[in-house]
């Protein structure tokens, strides 16, 4: 467990003696695919943080249409903010595929920021990048057509493997309609386009980019 916790932004300063301290107050949780770890507005009790698998964060509105914010995968961590805001949570949590997590309750991750001022610091700077993130998303909201959206969406989950762009874990049709907004069949279409037109090709493990995707539709 120390190994992960070291690659974890927030603990990756400290020194072994406190990721013993931090491991003593976790508990390790496996969950199937497609399970709801949190609940936009439940109260916030605990911490997660990856250790296997992926989740999507995502909101609802009332007529249950689904609109994914942001994926993570291992070494990742959601809900810090809201147990140090004593806040509702602001968004759900799904599993995306059979994942671990390690979790640590309110009081516990309370009292390892007070021991440990270092984390409070990193927590700091992640929420001003959170907050740029959430302009950025915003603005690409605002301003931009499905099309835009699916662009961004795809540049920004692409990783560099072996001199090759990547979105991967693929991002399914109904996955990336709920992060822009649209509905599967925009998307499929749009995605039709860019593979025909050899700017995509998405096998069963991977979206890859083969070239600069065109600034319009």
């Known amino acids: 467990m120390q190994e992960l916790l070291k690659k974890v932004c927030i603990f990756s300063g400290l020194d072994d003696q406190a ?72 968004a759900s949590v799904i599993t995306t595929q059979p994942s671990t997590f390690l979790v ?6 309370r009292q390892v920021i007070e021991e440990n001022v270092a984390i409070a610091m990193v927590l700091l700077e992640n929420l001003a990048q959170l907050s740029r993130r959430q302009v950025n998303s915003i603005k690409s909201f605002a301003m931009k057509d499905v099309y835009g959206r699916l662009v961004q969406v795809l ?16 991002l399914t049709q109904q996955a990336l309609a709920n992060r822009v907004g649209a509905t599967r069949e925009r998307v499929a279409k749009i995605m039709k386009d860019l593979v025909n037109g050899g700017y995509l090709e998405v096998t069963s493990s991977a979206i890859e980019i083969k070239k600069r995707l065109p600034s319009s539709y």
């Open 19 to 90: 990721l013993a301290s931090i491991e003593q107050k976790m508990v390790r949780r496996k969950v199937p695919k497609n399970t709801v770890i949190v609940y936009e507005g439940d109260n916030a009790d605990s911490m997660y943080i990856i250790e296997s698998g992926s989740v999507n964060v995502f909101v609802a509105d009332d007529e249950g249409r689904e609109l994914v914010l942001t994926q993570q995968g291992e070494g990742s961590y959601f809900g810090e903010l809201a147990i140090l805001a004593n806040e509702q949570r602001s």
């Open 104 to 109: 640590i309750n309110k009081d516990n991750f």
């Open 155 to 170: 540049e920004d989950a692409a990783v560099e493997e072996d001199e090759r762009l990547l979105v991967r874990p693929k």
